[in-house]
């Protein structure tokens, strides 16, 4: 297409002067507007890059094309130009001859909203416009007022749309941000809750750790404390039946023997060991073998209890008079005498018997202390009988004999006593008797 070269009035002029159509065309790129196209635009609305305007020679636009069209559909149009403009050529109205070229006049209102930008124009200018045909002057003006007031109404219908959309934007922003903020919030809270439900846990599991270590510290502290009990009453009773044992035996030995101790009036004592069926009346018989006929007739008795034996009790053995494991028996002197020795037991007796009642403590307590610190080994048994029956000869040489004999028995029989201290206790047949019962030397015994 060839395009007229000279400047924009010269192209409104040679149009104006071959009355022909004048033909403005605009292209471009750039979002900036070029002067010619915003003086064009002030006249014309551009409303979209590229844009086509076919102007007929009163100023009026025959046909607007908008955009990029086919060739077939531009060469439609300029038909359709070509013929609008024929209709004018009885009017004397300008024309410019393009071979081909359509154009419709209701192409004015089509609406597009793009970036202006000028490209190639062809010459039409406000000037160019006949000033005789006032009637299209004032057309033009109403024109572009209506122009000027629909800018108007879209511009502040553009500039409420941007204050829609930026108060929608603003309050767009100002949920997410609250809705942001809520999320924030939310996950914090759950992280708390899952820290304090994890810490509960923990405490928890640390709790159940705790109990079933102490359980299971009781546990073997109950299982030890059984462990030892048993093997306590094991070990009691073990010691319990050996002692059972012993002490059966011990009974059984002290039942089979019976171990008398004779007490003289004077303060004097001695010894000898019975088997428990020997009758009283050998216990008897030997005591006076030993004491002679120094007092006469004497009865048998013991001090604790307090008991007189009869005749009867002479037949029964010391088994059955309870005389068995150990005895003390006491000889009393009786007042019925033999015919030869009634004066000497008149004068005698009643004197032993007031001086052994006075001198029996002191007595005892020398001949106590003595068998412990002059002691002697025991002699054959052969000797302690041959000393026991030349002392009860005379009773004056024969006290510090039995006093020997006695140690030496002591000495030579330690089983058949028991020492508590300075006491020394015969054993008897119970555990309870042998824990009671305490011989003080002589003829009495303290519980």
């Known amino acids: 297409m060839r395009w007229f070269e000279g400047s924009i009035p010269a192209a409104i002029a040679a149009a104006k002067e071959r009355r022909c159509v004048f033909v403005v065309v605009i292209t471009g790129t750039s979002s900036s507007s070029s002067e010619a196209c915003v ?44 013929q609008v403009s024929r209709c004018y050529s009885d009017a004397n109205t300008r024309s410019f001859t393009l071979d081909g070229f359509l154009c419709s006049p209701e192409s004015l209102s089509v609406p597009l909203e793009e970036d202006r930008a000028s490209g190639h124009v062809t010459p039409a200018e406000d000037e160019g416009l006949p000033s005789e045909d006032q009637a299209q002057d004032d057309k033009v003006e109403r024109l572009t007022k209506k122009l000027e007031e629909r800018r108007e109404q879209k511009k502040k219908a553009e500039e409420e749309v941007q204050l829609k959309k930026e108060v929608e934007r603003r309050k767009t922003g100002k949920e997410m941000l609250d809705f942001k903020k809520k999320q924030e919030e939310e996950k914090t809270k759950r992280l708390l809750e899952e820290r304090s439900r994890e810490k509960a846990e923990e405490r928890a599991a640390r709790e159940r750790v705790k109990q079933q270590i102490a359980l299971d510290r009781a546990d073997r502290a109950a299982r030890y404390a059984q462990t030892q009990q048993d093997s306590e009453a094991t070990q009691l009773a073990a010691l319990q039946a050996k002692r059972d044992a012993e002490r059966d035996g011990a009974q059984r030995e002290r039942s089979a023997v019976a171990r008398i101790q004779f007490r003289l009036p004077d303060g004097s004592s001695f010894t000898n060991q019975f088997p428990s069926e020997t009758r009283l009346l050998e216990a008897r018989q ?19 209890p307090r008991r007189e034996f009869t005749a009867e009790d002479l037949e029964k053995s010391l088994l059955e008079l309870e005389l068995t494991p150990s005895a003390s028996i006491v000889l009393l002197p009786q007042s019925s005498r033999p ?10 007796g009643g004197v032993w018997a007031m001086l052994g009642s006075l001198l029996y403590p ?5 001949r106590f202390i003595s068998g412990f610190l002059f002691s002697s080994p025991p002699p054959p048994a052969a000797a302690q009988n041959q000393h026991a029956t030349n002392a009860y000869g005379s009773s004056a040489a024969a006290e510090p004999k039995r006093d020997a004999v006695r140690k030496r028995v002591l000495e030579k029989r330690p089983e058949d006593f028991k020492k508590d201290g300075k006491i020394y206790r015969l054993r008897t047949q119970e555990d309870k008797e042998d824990d009671n019962n305490t011989w003080n030397g002589n003829s009495t015994q303290q519980m």
């Open 362 to 366: 002191l007595l005892a307590v020398w």
């Open 286 to 304: 030997f005591a006076a073998q030993e004491v002679g006929n120094r007092y006469g007739q004497f009865s048998l008795a013991t001090m604790f």
């Open 339 to 348: 015919s030869n020795t009634v004066v000497h037991s008149s004068a005698g």
């Open 39 to 82: 003086q064009f635009s002030q006249i014309y609305p551009v409303v979209c890059i590229p844009s086509s305007f076919f102007i007929g020679e009163n100023g009026v636009p025959l046909e607007v094309i908008a955009g990029s069209v086919t060739e077939d559909e531009l060469q439609r149009r300029i038909s359709r130009v070509t």
